[in-house]
């Protein structure tokens, strides 16, 4: 056993592992970078120079809400690989593993549905990447992928932690519903942005993206437990 442990500590303070972290350490240092500049100029308007109070409500869209939520989970990663790098290396540990999980995925539908969804609305994908959405549709859904799957190991995710990342999704479907369907509009109610309760059928909206936020789950989880097996070999 003692000899086991050292082996496995050895491999988790090789230069191997510290590239692994530093790599990491760059993709959530541009995730919050990107995340930072997209809510700025959600702000500040370019063209007229000049900051706006109807910033705040881009806080209704998925969208933001996603990237902001997987930022925060990059920023905590970030001050733990900067500790382990100071000490030499070590295995990630699993809460944090598990709240990059779930802003992974949270981003990782952002984008999603942008490419099978918003897209055909919309005229192409092309016309949900200019500006800050190039950042939030694009940019930080890639970064958080190749960052959590390649990258980001300790001890291995069980199969239930596929659950997770459905409480954040469910948090916000909870309150855009709430506020499209039950909130008048004179009294603060949200437009139907993304089209889901057309009808009224919200039931039907909502069993797609959950399955839709499980699958997505599900390929995450099962690339991370890949690469994280190839990393140890």
């Known amino acids: 056993m003692k000899r086991n442990s050292s082996s496995r500590r050895k491999k988790n ?14 993709l959530n240092a541009l995730i919050v ?4 500049y997209s809510v700025f100029l959600c702000f500040y308007d370019p063209a007229s120079r000049d900051f706006t ?7 209704r869209y998925f969208t933001v809400d996603s990237n902001v939520f997987c930022a925060l989970a990059s920023l905590l990663m970030i001050v733990m690989e900067l500790r382990m790098l100071a000490k030499g290396g070590g295995l990630l540990p699993k809460w944090i593993l598990l709240f990059k999980f779930m802003g992974t995925v949270t981003v990782a539908l952002t984008c999603l549905t942008c490419v099978f969804y918003l897209s055909g609305m919309l005229g192409g994908f092309a016309n949900l990447i200019h500006g800050k959405e190039l950042f939030m549709h694009l940019l930080t859904p890639v970064a958080a992928a190749l960052s959590f799957v390649v990258f980001e190991h300790g001890a291995p995710l069980k199969l239930w932690s596929i659950f997770l990342p459905v409480v ?11 506020m499209v369907l039950a909130v008048p509009k004179d009294r603060g109610g949200w437009q139907d942005v993304y089209r889901l309760v057309r009808n009224r059928d ?10 839709a936020v499980l699958l997505i789950c599900l390929v995450l989880w099962a690339l991370h437990r890949l ?4 990393g140890r070999k």
């Open 227 to 230: 690469f994280d097996q190839i």
């Open 13 to 26: 303070t090789g230069s191997g592992h510290q590239v692994r972290l530093a790599c990491s350490l760059v």
């Open 53 to 59: 109070a109807n910033g705040r409500y881009a806080f």
């Open 33 to 36: 970078v990107f995340t930072a």
């Open 202 to 211: 919200w039931y039907t909206s909502t069993l797609v993206m959950f399955a």
């Open 168 to 178: 954040p999704v469910a948090a916000y479907g909870a309150v855009y519903f709430y």
